[in-house]
């Protein structure tokens, strides 16, 4: 378990990572230093990352945490790097915050952050304010109001996403708003193959929507009791599906091969404009939760990347950077991990958590009251 005396003093941040925004920042560049990514290209990936910390960067790391379901912990934001054999992407994921905190203080928090990346970054937002009032919440809480992904893809510069919550006006109006932001995206004739996605029992969770010129949409899907064999089925439903992925990832990653429980794998395919909005890279992601200690999940990670002759040794540079007085006992630092193909290559993408608020034990709590109402 990581407290804030070991944050505060710890590694290579030092003392001078009191604030939030520091810490983080100090995280940020040590990844970019731990992959080899070009020092100049990670700080414009950490220009976009400071101003989407701006509304709570300055709270101290022993500062009341605010509500936050991006970690589990309350931590809100959360790394995660795409290894392949050719090197590796870099990437974010923040919630913009206000206070007091509430679902319709922090989807107004994520709209200016919004437009503070189409300033900065040169964000697309037609997409988005043609669905915005599908997803304004109404009620105070929500798992998530407006979460934004900040990315460094092998060469360009960064871009952005957005997620946002279908339930947002009240789970039984779920499956409508996926409905009709397919139609105001220009995919509604796709919307018999997202029910064909989700099958009879399928949830619909989270949509993630790129900030960008073309229309590159995201479904997520959940089920409780899914098998390895239900995962492959699913991605057999894509039409560049790759066979056996998700069966090689539960293998490595899960002592069994299901049934899971529903925290336990999340799911997503993709429809783009390009594409004819076209179900396309499934992607089946293994939560940290399900596999345990950290130590257990680096132990398991390694096999996985080495089974797809993926190198480790980037990986394990990360793992200095995340917790760099060793992984102990400690739960949590591994937010989950996928496996996926980029042109037929293998890429593994490792979620981490900053681990910023691990030992505040009433947050489950209220992540949990939260929830209810999602």
């Known amino acids: 378990m990581t407290s804030h005396n070991d944050i505060q003093g710890s590694g290579e941040h030092g003392m001078e990572t009191q604030t939030v925004a520091r810490y983080a920042q100090s995280q940020l560049m040590g990844l970019g230093r731990a992959l080899a990514l070009p020092e100049a290209r990670v700080a414009a990936l950490g220009e976009l990352f400071h101003a989407a910390t701006a509304t709570w960067g300055t709270r101290g790391l022993d500062a009341p945490a605010p509500w936050s379901a991006v970690g589990e912990d309350g931590s ?3 790394f995660s790097v795409a290894f392949g054999a ?4 870099l990437r974010v994921l923040v919630e913009a915050q206000a206070l007091p905190a509430s ?4 989807w107004d928090a994520g709209l200016a952050l919004s437009r503070e990346l189409e300033g900065r970054a040169g964000a697309r937002l037609e997409h988005l304010e043609r669905l915005a009032d599908l997803f304004s919440p109404p009620q105070p809480t929500s798992f998530c109001a407006l979460w ?3 990315r460094l893809p092998a060469t360009g510069v960064p871009d952005a996403r957005v997620y946002l919550n279908p339930a947002a006006k009240g789970p039984e109006h779920t499956l409508d708003v996926v409905r009709e932001s397919l139609e105001r995206l220009g995919l509604g004739a796709r919307w018999e193959d997202v029910e064909r996605m989700r099958g009879a029992h399928g949830r619909v969770p989270l949509l ?3 900030l960008s010129e073309e229309v590159i949409f995201k479904v997520y899907l959940s089920r409780d009791g899914l098998t390895v064999e239900d ?3 699913w991605s057999a439903r894509t039409f560049d599906s790759s066979a056996g992925d998700a069966r090689a990832l539960c293998s490595a990653m899960l002592p069994t091969s299901g049934p899971y429980g529903l925290l336990d794998i999340r799911t997503c395919f993709t429809m783009r404009g390009s594409e004819g909005g076209r179900p396309s890279r499934w992607v089946t992601s ?4 399900a596999v345990g200690p950290d130590a257990l999940f680096r132990e398991r990670l390694v096999r996985l990347m080495e089974s797809q002759g993926i190198p480790v040794a980037p990986y394990l540079r990360c793992l200095e950077v995340m917790a760099p007085g060793g992984l102990g006992d400690a739960q949590g630092l591994h937010a989950g991990v996928t496996l996926q193909r980029e042109r037929g290559v293998p890429r593994v993408t490792v979620y981490f958590s900053p681990r910023l608020y691990r030992d505040r034990p009433h947050l489950p709590e209220a992540w949990r009251a939260w929830t209810q109402a999602a």
């Not at 679902?103 to 922090?106: D, K, Q, S, T, V």
């Open 231 to 233: 995962l492959e089925a």
């Open 76 to 78: 809100p934001y959360e």
């Open 208 to 210: 993630a929507l790129d």
């Open 148 to 150: 934004h992904a900040l």
């Open 286 to 289: 293994v939560t940290g939760g």
């Open 86 to 89: 050719k090197g590796a992407e």
């Open 103 to 106: 679902a319709r203080a922090y």
